[in-house]
């Protein structure tokens, strides 16, 4: 039987039973999101803007099941299928220490810094720490922030990384160091370029750190929908949660099925920005997810989803999320399929 636990901040956690394992230059542009001239809000999406840079590159250690290598071969499949061009590619700058001190606190950075320096960094469990890896993740938040503000001028930003969502103000946890999403927030918020945003979070596991950032914040709605068995424990509410149990053979049709309420919760919130994290785990052969989605059905999923945001004229920034696939071909297949995904709705 289908378990699941839905609620506008009142979710009755479930108790876990699956404990989280082990525990990416070219001649474009480089461009800052502050360089984004602004038009006057979207009324239809005129183009889809990408962001990548080959310094997201980053290695977690050997043998780390994070495949860091899925950024450089997504953006060079995409290149060599023809799905992007070149000129579709913007390219981002880190954000500034005093960016990342829109989320998190000064002795947590600080404690990044030092480890990063100390050769035990390496050792720090399922999140290594190095000065490369940092680099890396400052550069793809400035990604993330970059895709939002390109969609708020073009309709459609897209980074080819990103959606770090277990990152908290003071902790590192699962592969995540900066939470992006909430980064580009609160940046957008700040630069007075709008206020109210909508998370929709569709990765296996729950953004744990993004709910605990927003959890107090009437401007950010969160709909998150993930596996209730599985890491993080305990989960933190959300404005609208899925949780659902991997016992209950969630497959394409029951997935999907799901999300047919966020066309209601959209009209209610009115969000000026839409922050998608398609992550590729709910896959039926992820190392890390427990749902059974075939690529088809998560292809449908991103199909969906985006093309609610251009129905509704909304700016959708997106960003990946995780992905753990035995095949780090299927992963990349999944990311690719985002993509021809926005594609097709701009035909």
């Known amino acids: 039987m289908l378990s699941a636990s839905r609620s506008f901040k009142n979710k009755n956690l479930l108790p876990g039973v699956i404990l989280f394992l082990l525990i990416g230059k070219i001649g474009f542009a ?195 929908i993930y596996q209730e068995d599985n890491y993080p424990m305990p989960k933190v509410k959300v404005d609208y949660a899925v949780g659902l149990n991997s016992y209950a053979g969630i497959d394409d049709e029951k997935y999907l099925k799901e999300l047919t309420v966020l066309p209601n919760l959209i009209d209610k919130f009115s969000p000026e920005l839409i922050i998608y994290v398609a992550g590729a785990d709910p896959y039926k052969g992820d190392q890390l997810g427990g749902f059974n989605l075939s690529q088809e059905g998560l292809k449908k999923r991103d199909e969906y989803v985006i093309g609610l945001a251009k129905e509704k004229e909304i700016p959708v920034g997106i960003v990946l999320g995780g992905g753990y696939a035995e095949r780090i071909e299927d992963t990349i297949e999944i990311h690719l399929n985002t993509i021809k995904a926005i594609k097709s709705l701009l035909r």
Not at 42 to 66: N, P, Q
Not at 182 to 193: F, H, N, R, T, W
Not at 209 to 216: K, S
Request: hydrophobic share 40%; net charge positive; charged share 25%.
């Open 30 to 224: 480089e461009v800052s999101g502050e360089e984004v001239k602004m038009s006057s809000p979207i009324t239809k999406v005129t183009k889809a803007a990408f962001v990548w840079s080959e310094d997201y590159k980053a290695s977690l250690g050997r043998g780390h099941i994070f495949p860091t290598i899925k950024y450089q071969r997504l953006y060079s499949a995409a290149i060599k299928q023809k799905i992007l061009k070149e000129e579709d590619i913007f390219k981002p700058r880190p954000l500034k220490d005093e960016d990342l001190l829109l989320v998190h606190s000064k002795s947590y950075l600080r404690k990044l810094e030092l480890l990063a320096l100390s050769p035990l960094g390496m050792l720090n469990g399922e999140n290594p720490v190095s000065r490369q890896i940092l680099k890396a993740v400052r550069l793809s938040s400035g990604g993330t922030y970059l895709a939002c503000k390109l969609a708020l001028k073009y309709g459609i930003g897209m980074n080819l990384a990103g959606g770090f969502h277990h990152a908290s103000s003071n902790q590192e946890e699962g592969f995540c160091y900066y939470n992006d999403v909430a980064l580009a927030v609160k940046k957008l918020q700040k630069e007075d370029k709008l206020n109210k945003v909508m998370v929709i979070d569709c990765d296996v596991h729950h953004g744990n750190g993004t709910a605990m950032l927003f959890q107090d914040d009437d401007s950010v709605f969160i709909f998150d």
